[in-house]
């Protein structure tokens, strides 16, 4: 199972009388303002554990700036008192325990300050090996709470590694590049994989022999099985919103054109037909529209089209080589890798052309994919020698690595929650 | 009603053979995107044999027969006899096959017309641009050869294409002149016994 086993949420939200006073909120897309946060170790073993995953979570996210525990006076065995930290300057305080009950359970609760109540109480129970998605759980819960929107901490990262002779593998990983593990698929080599909508599979494009062959593969029975083996090349792209249909570029009649290929009728809908290169599809989260890469003109650069192969239109105007899109899952944003001054950067860009940003500056960054929520973008880069798999906030800021040092990690793709 | 059926499936593997090989695309245009792919080749690379309009039917035989003396003089052979015709270079980002390989192309053109032999072209690429594109980047560097041997009376059941893209370098250097050995058509042929 690679969906983390279930984590159980036992009792809600504790019920509040409807009140008039201000609750604790960040707004996330207006405010640069970081919600300063007190994440107190958790009482009990590995309440350290617990408290260092929940913190690495809330700040990564941007949102949030976790508090150095020093200037802490509250001990985590007494109860919460707003006297303690008024004046700190900590808007949020969590507190909790962690239990070994044959299997983990953890309480989390979390204290506005300045209104001096508790605004959640929520307890999480799951076998003891899963104290990372435990805990990620609780920072999703948390992030909720106080941004009204659901976080990411508990999806996966799915990338190539580059095993020596023994060729390419696909590996999975927390989305803090944390439980990283290799799924027992090999192959000579090994495009991006692309997740199903119910993130139950993925499927990508291996080459074994002499021959590039689409196939799926399924979590729940770790089995792979061909998705489309016919003649020339053909890659997979993105999965429409449904699942029904998959977005791919193929060479099956001649030069190499986008398609949509229906799962069920395992039928094939030509969207392009130039003598050039089409390739690499992403679909809008509205699965109204597909951007993809085309030299019609010349060079390579992204294209919009509508998903029945009309109203094609140039998305980028800028730079000689701009390749790999993808569409944010929020729809506001398509990111891809552009050539600027002999070296690939992460770029984004408004769906309508406009507002062209660059992301990252150093090295060679490839293959962008966007979190769900659309607010982080894992990517490839060269920057430390071996290509490797890097988070960043979709602003560029917080960029990390997140696959094993030492390991050479590529064509990254997120999971959706 | 034996016979029924049997008649039945000759009509239907007769039916099937008439029809075009249309695995995919409910569409049915890509069958005109291909010949006109062929076409472009055609245009800018038409390479006829020199033969006079007074040459004979045999002399066009002697004149092959000489081409394939000679292709035997200019490229080493290897054990199994076959000519080591060496890769076919590109520019940056691109899958027109400059000047200096026709004479190559043509020579493979000719040796395979007269020899029960099985091409595999191999499209690759450097390593400067994203995996995908390059994947079908190669795709079509190995397409453009096949084009052109086409063009030139290879049949097309001799040819074989695949991509390797960027992922099989021949040279790993960040520099000029490995770029430019790894941007390149490869060629495996197989004789037929």
Redesign the interface.
């Known amino acids: 199972m690679i969906r983390a086993a279930a984590v159980t949420v036992f009792m809600g939200l504790l019920a509040f009388a409807p009140t008039a006073r201000a609750e604790l909120y960040i707004d996330i897309v207006s405010s640069p303002r970081k919600l300063p946060i007190a994440i107190m170790e958790l009482e009990g073993p590995q309440g350290r554990e617990v408290s260092d995953i929940i913190k690495a979570d809330l700040a990564l996210s941007g949102v949030f700036e976790p508090m150095d525990p020093g200037g802490f006076t509250e001990r985590k065995d007494q109860d919460f008192d707003p006297g303690n930290w008024i004046g700190t300057g900590a808007e949020a305080v969590m507190k909790g325990t962690v239990e070994h009950t044959g299997e983990l359970v953890l309480t989390v609760r979390l204290y506005d300050v300045v209104e001096s109540r508790l605004i959640m109480e929520k307890k999480y129970r799951a076998g003891k090996t899963l104290l990372r998605p435990l805990s990620h759980a609780a920072a999703n819960d948390i992030y909720e709470k106080i941004t009204g929107r659901k976080a990411v901490f508990r999806t996966k990262i799915a990338y190539v590694s580059a095993d020596g002779d023994k060729g390419y593998s696909l590996n999975v990983a927390d989305w803090d590049g944390m439980r990283q593990r290799k799924l027992n698929v090999a192959a000579?080599?090994l495009?991006?994989p692309h997740w199903t909508p119910d993130a139950r599979k993925i499927v990508y494009t291996a080459?074994r022999g002499?021959?590039?062959t689409i196939y799926s593969l399924d979590f729940a029975v770790l089995k792979e099985e061909p998705l489309l083996d016919?003649?020339?090349?053909s890659?997979a792209g993105d999965f429409f919103p449904d699942g029904n249909s998959l977005a791919l570029?193929?060479?099956?009649?001649?030069?190499?054109?986008i398609?949509v290929l229906d799962i069920a009728k395992m039928?094939?809908?030509?969207m392009t037909?130039d003598?050039?290169?089409e390739?690499?599809p992403t679909v809008s989260p509205d699965g109204k529209s597909i951007a993809y890469?085309s030299?019609r003109a010349g060079?390579?650069q992204i294209y919009t089209m509508d998903s029945m192969g009309y109203n094609k239109s140039r998305l980028t105007n800028e730079g000689g080589?701009n390749?790999?899109p993808s569409w944010s899952p929020v729809g506001d944003l398509i990111a891809f890798?552009g050539r600027n001054g002999g070296r690939?950067q992460i770029f984004t860009v408004w769906p309508d052309g406009s507002g062209l940003r660059m992301l990252t500056a150093s090295g060679n960054n490839?293959?962008p994919s966007f979190s769900p929520d659309g607010r982080f973008i894992t990517f490839t880069s060269d920057r430390e020698g071996k290509r490797t798999v890097y988070v960043m906030r979709s602003d560029g800021s917080g960029q990390r690595r997140i696959s094993p040092r030492g390991m050479e990690a590529?064509?990254p793709r997120w999971s959706p929650r | 009603m034996r016979r029924f059926l049997v008649l039945l499936a000759i009509l239907a593997v007769t039916a099937y053979g008439c029809t075009p090989r249309t695995i995919v695309d409910d569409q049915g245009a890509g069958a005109a995107g291909e010949a006109g792919a062929q076409g472009q080749a055609q245009d800018g690379q038409v390479t006829i044999e020199p033969i006079s309009d007074s040459v004979s039917s045999t002399d066009v035989t002697a004149s092959s027969g000489d081409r394939l003396t000679d292709i035997a003089n200019r490229y080493k052979t290897s054990s199994q006899g076959v000519p080591e015709f060496g890769d076919i270079y590109f520019d940056f980002d691109s899958y027109s096959i400059q000047g200096d390989y026709r004479r190559v192309l043509d020579d493979l053109s000719s040796w395979l017309t007269s020899n029960n032999a099985i091409l595999l072209v191999e499209g690759h690429c450097d390593d400067r641009g994203t995996r995908e594109y390059n994947l079908a980047l190669g795709d079509r560097r190995a397409l453009s050869i096949k084009d052109y041997l086409l063009a030139s009376g290879v049949p097309d059941l001799k040819i074989e294409t695949v991509s390797y893209g960027e992922e099989r370098p021949v040279c790993k250097d960040e520099s000029e002149s490995c770029w430019t050995k790894n941007r390149r058509g490869h060629f495996v042929i197989e004789v037929v016994r």
């Open positions: 000579r080599s495009l991006s080459q002499r021959k590039w016919i003649k020339g090349t890659i570029s193929s060479s099956v009649k001649g030069s190499t054109d398609y039928k094939l809908k030509r037909r003598m050039g290169i390739v690499s890469v030299d060079s390579p080589y390749t790999s890798s690939n490839e293959e590529f064509s």
